[in-house]
């Protein structure tokens, strides 16, 4: 059971952080030293008065035992007192039942939090500042010692508790319906009926899963089509599938979309589950509940909103993947930095080597940026299409170049062309444009349009891109890293104007 335990120095915002989390994931809360005053019918101060501390760290650790020991399946945020884990056994407690979060604050900042009221902390109780010095100083390695630990200084108990989830790789959705997403090792699937997958990744991965049933078909974008949707219908209707069934796409994003929308249609709609299998797929289009497929005039004309009821996300499952695969999901990391986190995007400044060995890490922060904006705008009516930057040219050029280019490649060269525009009608000033060409380089991908490719063919595709609205085409251009604003453009030639 992954449980999550917040841990820290008196002052750090355990209780109230832990709420917010439990209250953002909707899972049931616990403040453990609340639990010890139950069960012991007394107060701490009354406890360490009558009985000392030896025994109140009894009552802790039979406390800790009985909350991770309960039957029950579900998962608690569990906020811990300040010196809980100094025991081994109880650290072991943890450890093995969960995920141990430390969060951590400047002396001053704890003393100015405490100093408001430090009566019920008997360990702080006289002269606060000097107590609470000696304490950091004699569990300063006890704190550092822990895998996760979050700065809370400067930040809301909100942003605090973002900063929380995102470390984790744990959020729950509230997007047409609600749905987790987690990062984690996926070992065996909580349910599901069969495995929509294809026949790259079924012969890297299908064995792990425990699921009998499968449906393997062919790889590659142009096999997202119709063809492809109705095939997976058939496949559901043999294998018996009914309206109560739930089906797994285990693969990136066409393996996502297919089985989404197919998932969508069947039966007026069924459940299922993303497994995403491609980096771009864990941060982009497992989330958000966008599903469908293309016609031979472009991308993504068909489909629906049709979000899955669960997404898991096993980096592990990155370790099969090409380099150039990779690289093209690298592509949409970037522009969820570009649109929302500078740090993100400077950390793809570093170069493949280094985000290689960071994976897991660029996973969630990328991921986080596509959360918010899916919750705060779940059927792009505004902001969510942000996320489109770089896809009006880029869409246009995977097509003309016969599905050549990968989507991710095209999307870097789209995003490039776009922010070279947004300097040229003054919407950006100049530099971020060459931090996005220069990044996407560094991470090898490409960053113009090949040469030969027709501007007339592009324009004719763009033109066909579902983001028009009445003649004009609506741009997400780039600002500046961090900041993406929405512009119509009827020239479309102008837009690609650098390129000529
Ligand atoms: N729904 C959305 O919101 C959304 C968002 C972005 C992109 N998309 C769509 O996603 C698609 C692109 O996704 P993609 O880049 O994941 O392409 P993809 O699904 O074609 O996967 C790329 C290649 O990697 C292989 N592969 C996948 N996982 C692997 C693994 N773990 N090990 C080895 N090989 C593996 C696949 O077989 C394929 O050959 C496009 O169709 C795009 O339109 C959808």
């Known amino acids: 059971m992954t449980h999550i335990f917040l841990y820290g120095p008196s002052g750090s915002g355990k209780s109230t952080i832990g709420r917010i989390v439990a209250r953002s994931l909707k899972l049931p809360f616990i403040d453990l030293d609340r639990v010890i005053e139950t069960n012991a019918g007394m107060s701490i101060p009354q406890i360490m008065a009558q009985q000392g501390e030896s025994a109140f760290r009894d009552l802790e650790s039979a406390a800790l035992k009985e909350i991770v020991g309960h039957a029950s399946s579900v998962i608690k945020i569990i906020a811990l007192g300040g010196g809980a884990l100094l025991r081994e056994e109880n650290r072991q407690v943890t450890e093995s039942n969960g995920n141990v979060v430390v969060l951590t604050a400047e002396l001053n900042t704890l003393f ?6 430090s009566n019920h902390r008997p360990l702080l109780a006289g002269d606060l500042k000097t107590k609470l010095t000696n304490l950091l100083e004699k569990r300063r390695e006890h704190y550092a010692s822990f895998a996760l630990k979050i700065q809370t200084e400067n930040n809301s108990a909100k942003q605090t508790a973002h900063r929380v989830q995102i470390a984790l790789g744990r959020h729950r959705l509230s997007a047409m319906g609600e749905y987790d997403v987690i990062v984690e090792q996926v070992g065996n699937l909580p349910y599901g009926d069969i495995i929509v997958t ?37 496949a559901f209707l043999e294998n018996g599938l009914d309206r109560k069934s739930t089906v797994i796409a285990l693969g990136g994003g066409v393996i996502g979309d297919l089985t989404g929308f197919a998932a969508s249609t069947y039966m007026r709609g069924i459940d299922w589950i993303a497994v995403p299998t491609t980096l771009l797929a864990m941060v982009d289009a497992s989330i958000g509940g966008k599903t469908g497929f293309d016609l031979p005039e472009g991308k993504n004309l068909i489909g629906s909103f049709h979000p899955p009821k669960l997404v898991l996300a096993d980096v592990s499952l990155l370790r099969t993947l090409s380099d150039r695969d990779l690289r093209s999901g690298m592509a949409e990391v970037v522009k969820h930095g570009i649109i929302a986190d500078p740090e993100l995007f400077a950390w793809c400044s570093n170069g493949m080597d280094w985000v290689k060995n960071n994976l897991e890490e660029i996973v969630k922060r990328a991921m986080a940026v596509k959360i918010r904006i899916i919750e705060d705008d779940p059927y792009e009516k505004g902001i969510r299409a942000a996320l489109n930057l770089g896809h009006t040219v880029g869409h246009a050029v995977e097509l003309v170049s016969g599905f050549t280019l990968s989507h991710g490649e095209s999307v870097a060269i789209g995003m490039v062309v776009e922010a070279a525009y947004a300097v040229r009608v003054g919407a950006a000033s100049r530099g971020s444009d060459e931090a996005i060409e220069s990044t996407l380089s560094k991470l090898g991908l490409p960053t113009r349009i090949p040469d030969g490719m027709s501007h007339e063919a592009i324009i004719r595709a763009m033109r066909v891109d579902k983001k028009r609205f009445a003649g004009a085409i609506r741009f997400a251009l780039p600002v500046t890293i961090g900041k993406v604003e929405l512009v119509d453009a009827t020239d479309l030639e102008s837009v690609l104007a650098t390129e000529t």
Not at 112 to 117: A, F, I, T, V
Not at 202 to 207: I, M, S
Not at 215 to 222: H, L, N, S, T, Y
């Open 198 to 234: 294809d026949e790259n990744v079924a012969k890297h991965h299908l064995k792990k899963f425990n699921i009998e049933k499968s449906i393997v078909i062919p790889a590659g974008e142009e096999h997202k089509n119709l063809e492809t949707v109705s095939r997976l219908w058939n």
């Open 112 to 117: 100015e939090r405490l100093n408001k009221n």
